[in-house]
């Protein structure tokens, strides 16, 4: 099945009322939708069967390693970069290490209480990486990204995870020392940690949404960098998720349209999985948006033309509203 769906952040929808989701969700139909993805811990079933009654299906998410909030109340979850310090904030984001088994547990915890009380239709992972602001470290005009996590428990599993000893030391010369000798079995461990967590997770949601797909976000890197930095390594993932939504916003990385087909095609030759990939809509001013209707056409034929893609989801799915994209996106479905 073809996706066409449109990502709701959660005040778009959590205060809706009946009617008003009734409204809302008849004209994503009118643009050609199929489905809507939402992400949060609890849902209103209420929208949830209006979208179903409106022929829309329903798609959860879970917020894999990202809460600011748990940072504040477990300074441990926090990141540490290789020169010993906290990852700094960077806009909204810092990230949450994903060894941490007891709060990795708490996560699936909630998929499991999410999938048992909700008709969804399929789970979307989100953040299912090591920490990086990838929207800003990934861009040319920027440092390098910062490696992480170097903290105490992080090594220590790696220790037990490698079977060596990591000589004493400061943070720095220890992940100096990894990053030296052992950076091999380091990038297998950081891919190890993710691809566990997913296995986790599709266990769940095979138990309790048997049937439907589990989809993960994954970074617009190159396969390279995306093993190293984030711990997503598509050809170990491609045992668990059964789709792959790669997060293409070409405007927030200062990219064109047409790089999009090179990351596709990059993704589709580690994977048999079916991409489907978040599209930017129309990015904010700070992102150099708005951009033009010939550029928003570009940017749904390099995926809707693509062999491998099975749709695409519109980020944010709210700004199908303006200036015509919505629209748009009908004209070129119908052909």
């Known amino acids: 099945m073809t996706i066409i769906g449109a990502y709701l952040g959660l005040p778009d929808w959590q205060c809706w009322s009946s009617t008003r989701a009734e409204a809302e969700l008849k004209r994503y139909k009118r643009y050609g939708l199929n489905a809507i993805f939402a992400e949060a811990d609890h849902y209103p079933?209420?929208?949830?069967?209006?979208?179903?009654?409106?022929?829309?299906s329903f798609v959860g998410g879970l917020t894999c390693f990202h809460d600011n909030d748990a940072l504040a109340h477990n300074p441990k979850l926090h990141p540490v970069c290789r020169d010993g310090r906290r990852r700094p904030q960077m806009n909204w984001y810092i990230g949450i290490t994903p060894t941490c088994q007891t709060y990795a547990q708490s996560r699936l915890d909630v998929l499991k209480q999410m999938t048992k009380t909700y008709?969804?239709?399929?789970?979307?992972l989100d953040f299912i990486r090591w920490p990086l602001h990838w929207e800003r470290e990934l861009r040319d005009d920027t440092p390098a990204p910062l490696e992480s996590s170097f903290d105490e428990r992080t090594l220590k599993r790696f220790a037990d995870y490698a079977a060596i000893d990591i000589p004493a030391g400061a943070t720095r010369q220890q992940a100096?020392?990894?990053?030296?000798?052992?950076?091999?079995?380091?990038?297998?461990?950081?891919?190890?940690?993710i691809t566990d967590f997913v296995a986790q997770a599709k266990s769940i949601v095979d138990t309790y949404l048997k049937g439907k797909p589990l989809g993960l976000d994954i970074v617009p890197a190159k396969s390279q960098q995306r093993e190293d930095l984030l711990?997503?390594?598509?050809?170990?993932?491609?045992?668990?998720?059964?789709?792959?939504?790669?997060?293409?916003?070409?405007?927030?990385?200062?990219?064109?349209?047409?790089?999009?087909?090179?990351?596709?095609?990059?993704?589709?030759?580690?994977?048999?999985?079916?991409?489907?990939?978040?599209?930017?809509?129309?990015?904010?001013?700070?992102?150099?948006?708005?951009?033009?209707?010939?550029?928003?056409?570009?940017?749904?034929?390099?995926?809707?033309?693509?062999?491998?893609?099975a749709g695409l989801v519109a980020f944010t799915g709210d700004m199908l509203h303006a200036h015509g994209r919505g629209p748009s996106l009908e004209k070129l479905l119908r052909g």
């Open 119 to 124: 008709k969804l239709d399929g789970i979307w």
């Open 45 to 56: 079933g209420d929208i949830i069967q209006i979208a179903h009654d409106n022929g829309l």
């Open 231 to 309: 711990g997503q390594r598509l050809s170990e993932l491609s045992a668990h998720a059964d789709r792959f939504s790669p997060m293409l916003y070409h405007h927030v990385l200062g990219l064109s349209p047409g790089w999009m087909t090179e990351i596709l095609d990059e993704l589709a030759a580690q994977t048999d999985r079916p991409l489907v990939p978040f599209v930017q809509v129309d990015p904010l001013p700070s992102n150099g948006g708005p951009c033009s209707e010939r550029e928003w056409e570009k940017v749904l034929n390099a995926v809707l033309s693509h062999g491998n893609c």
């Open 176 to 193: 100096d020392w990894i990053l030296r000798v052992h950076r091999d079995k380091w990038i297998d461990f950081k891919c190890w940690i």
